[in-house]
Nanobody, 124 residues
């Protein structure tokens, strides 16, 4: 499975960005996709995930109410709509993929494939 993420950039506090991640290769029809992020000097942390079949979602507490994850099954693509961005959201965002498809896990070891990362910078 290959993951291609896009949509990062520089935005002012309070602004919005939308990240996209397209999965290609032997994805199957039952998987979970999501996002992690890592800020400089900090550990990688879970952001959000979505189950392809059920559309069940899971969010980190720090982004609930501000970020929305969604998917387009026909395109094997997930989106992360990020609103009300804060400077602390600045990080490299990684798209992730899990074959199991049962649960939108917060654990990084649940995800077998990782994208290359896209930089999100929130600054005035």
């Amino acid at each position: 499975v290959q993951l291609q993420a896009s949509g990062g950039g520089l935005v002012q506090p309070g602004g919005s960005l939308r990240l996209s991640c397209a999965a290609s290769g032997r994805t199957g029809s039952s998987y979970v996709m999501g996002w992690f992020r890592q800020a400089p000097g900090k550990e990688r942390e879970f952001v959000a995930a979505i189950v392809r079949r059920s559309a069940d979602t899971n969010y980190a507490d720090s982004v609930k109410g501000r970020f929305t994850i969604s998917r387009d099954n026909a395109k094997n693509t997930v989106y992360l709509q990020m609103n009300s961005l804060k400077p602390e959201d600045t990080a490299v965002y990684y798209c992730v993929f899990d074959y199991s498809g049962r649960y939108a896990s917060r654990g990084q070891y649940a995800y077998e494939f990782w994208g290359q990362g896209t930089q999100v910078t929130v600054s005035s």
